[in-house]
């Protein structure tokens, strides 16, 4: 193992570079995708889709005891390391009133558009305990994310998968009015359009010095409705805030991923309105790739003790 990936999470278990030979062992059909670089550090071509599975899959066997996980070449393939950087913060935003991190069932998260790949669940149950519940308008996702379920029955008690099934919609159709939760997350539909995640996609492929991409090439995976949504993240995140206040008293801490720094403004001008009495702005960073956690709570300080 060598150098520090040092913009992650202090937790995060990513940081330090990947031990190859030892996600060999979890995933023998790794080693076909693996070569020495012109550094000497061995490594695989992160555009090709079925090397960055088979990676995902060693990591979640290795770190978080996720035995089978598996989701079809068309699904989004989540970088972990980033993935687990949202679990490690939403841990420290719960401690503001504990002095350790709560790590037990207590705690309950709600993953909005979890996918196929259930990865926030299953890193999130593993690293701290929490029972979560995921959602997703996406039928086919929730049937891969069940199947993830079935495999491993450890988690199966702990996560629950809720389908939404009207695309306007976040909370309604997925709370009744007795269910409370510790916080929500959401990694939401970023484009605009198809033909913005597309572009998209091919210009994380240039960025990863491809040369020969195929036009259509969803390299990272990512059928369309996980990738894009009428309006992008800036309506998809909006309609969360409007929604948020209808269910004020039902969720301690709404959080969301922000990746374009230009729609904060006009988000958090929309949580004045909405009255939200706390709101966050957490900054990540992955290597390159900068994003934030947008969290607000309607709930006031004094209050939140009690939610443990
Ligand atoms: C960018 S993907 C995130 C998938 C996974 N959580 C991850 O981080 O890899 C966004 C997900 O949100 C789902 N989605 C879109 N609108 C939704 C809604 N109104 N409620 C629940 N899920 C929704 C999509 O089907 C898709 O699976």
Redesign the pocket.
């Given at each position: 193992m060598t150098a520090e990936k040092s913009t992650l999470h202090p937790r995060n278990l990513h940081r330090n570079s990947y031990d190859f030979e030892l996600l060999i062992s979890c995933v023998p059909e790794l080693k076909h995708y693996v070569f020495i670089n012109s550094y000497g550090t061995p490594t695989i071509n992160f555009s090709i889709p079925k090397a960055v599975k088979l990676l995902n899959k060693a990591l979640l066997q290795h770190f978080y005891a996720v035995k089978n996980w598996d989701i079809s070449d068309q699904n989004?393939c989540?970088p972990i390391p980033g993935?687990a950087d949202y679990i490690h913060y939403l841990a420290d935003l719960l401690t503001e009133n504990t002095e350790e991190i709560p790590k037990d069932l207590s705690i309950k998260g709600l993953?909005?558009?979890?996918?196929?790949?259930l990865?926030?669940p299953l890193i999130a149950h593993q690293s701290y305990g929490w029972e979560m519940l995921g959602?997703?308008?996406?039928q086919k996702?929730l049937e891969n994310a069940q199947k993830i379920l079935d495999d491993n029955p450890d988690f199966s008690s702990q996560i629950q998968l809720k389908f939404?099934p009207d695309?306007?919609?976040?909370f309604k159709n997925i709370l009744s009015s007795d269910n409370r939760f510790t916080f929500s997350m959401?990694?939401?539909?970023?484009h605009d359009s198809e033909e913005s995640a597309m572009k998209g996609n091919l210009r994380k492929t240039k960025n990863l010095k491809k040369s020969k991409t195929p036009k259509n090439n969803l390299n990272f995976g990512?059928q369309q409705?996980?990738?894009w949504?009428e309006g992008g993240e800036l309506a998809?995140i909006s309609k969360m805030i409007e929604e948020s206040a209808l269910f004020s008293s039902q969720i301690l801490w709404f959080t969301c991923l922000v990746s374009k720094q230009e729609n904060l403004f006009k988000l958090t001008s929309l949580l004045n309105k909405v009255k939200a009495v706390e709101v966050k702005t957490i900054d990540m960073a992955q290597g390159q790739k900068i994003s934030r956690i947008l969290a607000w709570t309607f709930v006031p300080k004094e209050k939140r003790k009690d939610w443990f």
């Open positions: 989004l989540p993935r993953d909005i558009g979890t996918g196929a790949n990865v926030y959602t997703d308008i996406n996702s939404q695309s306007n919609f976040i959401c990694n939401p539909p970023f990512g409705s996980e990738l949504c998809f």
